[in-house]
């Protein structure tokens, strides 16, 4: 047995231990790596310089370096995370439904974790405390294998977090980092002991991982989000959210990659957005009609037919006219990714069909696709983001970390006395009687 795979047998034995920690001990490890990271803040941020310079002189993709850096504001943004999960509810062994199934015969759907997770990314340390602080909350294990080029930052992060939550009385095995290329081969091969794979990276490399393992898989191979502005949008809306959907963070899944634009409101409408999103740098590839209603002298670039197929994570957006709502959710279904989309309109009647007819896991109204974000979806952090169907969708935070067991309380029942001639009848009536909590 390799030291690796040694490492996460220990941590799904682990894992069980930390799946029956009470809540005081886990909140306490939660404010105890909080408080760590606040007082170790520099020395994290000196290691992530040197991984930020060494990527710069490889030549990394500059999405990929925006994601690696680390800033006194995203060190806050991790504190203020694991403060939050410490603040929610705790989910282990919280009480789905209970049923009567004869009298003294009950039973329970409790709340349980999934187990031993396995979360590979790429580029972002910030994976390291939202989903640390989300397993440990929930109760499970998680192996790390971030990219060689935050290898510096993810050490750093990986050992003040969980030496602070060894203190507070938390089974430190049940945490593990990997860092060597030759790791993701052997994880994606632990189906044995791996319960749920989380990759976090590029379209490709959630497909590699997708495609080479046995291990269920949960998350997004792609990040092509829309915005869609109805001819009965108010205009200054319609601004707020294109503009912030695209600029506010270009490098990241939940940015805008196409701007959709009824064309009855087009030529209201393109002279303004294009106006400022050429003031911000943004690169717009344009079908013929939206080439007409832009301003002379406004930089386009004329859009093929990959553009509508592509999540840039730059400051680049595909822009196109569009008949009708009906003709934006065709499109939307037929080229997105399923992640999120936007409408902006005051039409109570179209925002409805949109919200029914469009196929994504965030469907928003007047609002920047930017907020489809576990922390601003108050789930404390998130592990990622889902376009699955099975288990969870969306921003994924504790809950879907969580799956449950059955337990059934009896005195002595026998399923004999419910089989035959004299059979008894079973009652299976709903009641408000909880196990455990």
């Given at each position: 047995?390799?030291g690796?795979?040694e490492?996460?047998?220990?941590?799904?034995?682990?894992?069980?231990?930390?799946?029956?920690?009470?809540?005081?001990?886990?909140n306490?490890a939660?404010?105890?790596?909080?408080?760590?990271?606040?007082?170790?803040?520099?020395?994290?941020?000196n290691?992530?310089?040197?991984?930020?310079l060494?990527?710069?002189?490889?030549?990394?993709?500059?999405?990929?370096?925006e994601?690696l850096?680390?800033?006194?504001?995203?060190?806050?943004?991790?504190?203020?995370?694991?403060?939050?999960?410490?603040?929610?509810?705790?989910?282990?062994?919280e009480?789905?439904?209970?049923?009567?199934?004869?009298?003294?015969?009950?039973?329970?759907?409790?709340k349980?974790?999934?187990?031993?997770?396995?979360?590979?990314?790429?580029s972002r340390?910030d994976v390291v405390?939202?989903?640390?602080?989300?397993c440990?909350?929930?109760?499970?294990?998680?192996?790390?294998?971030?990219g060689?080029?935050?290898?510096?930052?993810?050490?750093?992060l990986?050992?003040?977090?969980?030496a602070?939550?060894?203190?507070a009385?938390i089974?430190?095995?049940?945490?593990?980092?990997m860092e060597?290329?030759?790791?993701?081969?052997?994880?994606?091969?632990?189906?044995?002991?791996?319960?749920l794979?989380?990759p976090?990276?590029?379209?490709?490399?959630?497909?590699?991982?997708?495609d080479n393992?046995?291990?269920?898989v949960?998350?997004?191979?792609?990040?092509?989000?829309?915005?869609?502005?109805?001819?009965?949008?108010?205009?200054?809306v319609a601004?707020?959210?294109?503009?912030?959907?695209?600029?506010?963070?270009?490098?990241v899944?939940?940015?805008?990659?196409?701007?959709?634009?009824?064309?009855?409101?087009?030529?209201k409408?393109l002279?303004?957005?294009?106006?400022?999103?050429a003031?911000?740098?943004?690169e717009?590839?344009?079908?013929?009609e939206s080439?007409?209603?832009?301003?002379?002298g406004?930089?386009?670039?004329?859009a093929?037919?990959?553009?509508w197929?592509?999540?840039?994570?730059?400051?680049?957006?595909?822009?196109?006219?569009v008949k009708?709502?009906?003709?934006?959710?065709d499109?939307?279904?037929?080229?997105g990714?399923?992640?999120?989309?936007?409408?902006?309109?005051?039409?109570?009647?179209?925002?409805l069909?949109?919200v029914?007819?469009?196929?994504?896991?965030?469907?928003?109204?007047?609002?920047?696709?930017?907020f489809?974000?576990?922390?601003r979806?108050g789930k404390?952090?998130e592990?990622?983001i889902s376009t699955?169907?099975?288990?969870s969708?969306?921003?994924?935070g504790?809950?879907?970390?969580m799956?449950?067991?059955?337990?059934?309380?009896?005195?002595?029942?026998?399923?004999?006395?419910?089989?035959?001639k004299?059979?008894?009848k079973?009652?299976?009536?709903?009641?408000?009687?909880?196990y455990?909590k």
């Open positions: 047995m390799s690796l795979e490492s996460i047998r220990n941590a799904k034995a682990a894992a069980i231990r930390l799946a029956a920690a009470d809540t005081h001990t886990k306490a939660l404010t105890a790596m909080a408080d760590a990271l606040d007082r170790e803040r520099a020395s994290v941020l290691a992530n310089a040197e991984d930020v060494e990527a710069k002189q490889a030549g990394l993709q500059p999405s990929l370096i994601r850096k680390v800033s006194g504001e995203k060190i806050d943004g991790m504190i203020a995370g694991m403060r939050d999960v410490a603040k929610l509810a705790d989910p282990v062994g009480t789905n439904y209970s049923l009567k199934i004869d009298e003294g015969l009950t039973l329970h759907q409790i349980c974790p999934i187990g031993m997770l396995g979360v590979i990314f790429e340390p405390p939202q989903i640390l602080s989300l440990l909350k929930s109760g499970n294990g998680v192996a790390f294998k971030g060689s080029e935050a290898r510096r930052s993810n050490r750093a990986f050992d003040v977090l969980t602070a939550a060894a203190s009385g089974p430190k095995d049940a945490f593990v980092l060597t290329r030759e790791d993701i081969s052997l994880m994606l091969g632990m189906h044995h002991y791996i319960d794979l989380i976090r990276g590029s379209n490709e490399f959630v497909r590699y991982i997708q393992t046995k291990i269920p949960l998350g997004h191979a792609a990040g092509i989000c829309h915005v869609y502005v109805d001819d009965d949008a108010d205009i200054d601004v707020k959210v294109a503009l912030d959907s695209k600029v506010q963070y270009p490098a899944c939940n940015a805008a990659e196409t701007l959709l634009v009824n064309s009855k409101i087009a030529e409408f002279p303004i957005i294009s106006g400022l999103y003031e911000n740098k943004v717009m590839r344009v079908d013929g080439k007409r209603l832009i301003p002379r406004t930089a386009t670039v004329d093929k037919d990959e553009d197929d592509a999540e840039y994570n730059d400051l680049v957006i595909s822009v196109k006219v009708s709502a009906e003709e934006a959710i499109f939307i279904n037929t080229h990714s399923h992640h999120t989309d936007a409408i902006v309109t005051e039409n109570k009647d179209r925002q069909m949109f029914r007819s469009v196929d994504s896991a965030d469907v928003f109204i007047n609002a920047s696709t930017r489809a974000d576990g922390y979806f404390g952090a592990v990622g699955n169907k099975i288990h969708r969306g921003p994924v504790m809950e879907g970390l799956i449950y067991k059955y337990v059934l309380v009896g005195n002595g029942h026998a399923v004999k006395d419910y089989v035959g004299d059979a008894k079973f009652l299976h009536e709903p009641t408000d009687e909880r455990g």
